[in-house]
């Protein structure tokens, strides 16, 4: 059973930072792209960050500048550094990973940016 489990969540002031982690187990097939995708509260879950297998990345324009996706081939993982936090990227974080088997969705890891 692949699993996609997600960590770094927490509380941050504003202009803060926070690291997201991602790690895929259990999968016996290929990785192709990986993302972030994040809900807050009463809003759609929208795509914040991704990254190909020949790590070509691409953002939200409202994290441009600010978060940076990168990743662990070998150790099945990726990361997303969150810099200058907004109380607006408060929401639930999650990750994804576009398999040969299939998408994949993590349970998700809440961020809340607050003073």
């Known amino acids: 059973q692949v699993q996609v489990v997600e960590s770094g969540g927490g509380l941050a002031q504003p202009g803060g930072s926070l690291r997201l982690s991602c790690v895929v187990s259990?999968?016996?097939?290929?990785?192709?792209?990986m993302g972030w995708y994040r809900q807050a509260p009463g809003k759609e879950r929208e795509s914040v960050a991704s990254?190909?297998?020949?790590?070509?990345?691409n953002y939200v324009d409202s994290v441009k500048g600010r978060f940076t996706i990168s990743r662990d081939y070998a150790k099945k993982m990726v990361y997303l550094q969150m810099n200058s936090l907004k109380p607006e990227d408060t929401a639930v974080y999650y990750c994804?990973?576009?398999?040969?088997?299939?998408?994949?969705w993590g349970k998700g890891t809440l961020v809340t940016v607050a003073s």
């Open positions: 990254i190909t297998s020949s790590s070509t990345t």
């Open positions: 994804a990973a576009d398999t040969s088997l299939g998408k994949y």
């Open positions: 259990a999968i016996t097939g290929w990785i192709y792209d």
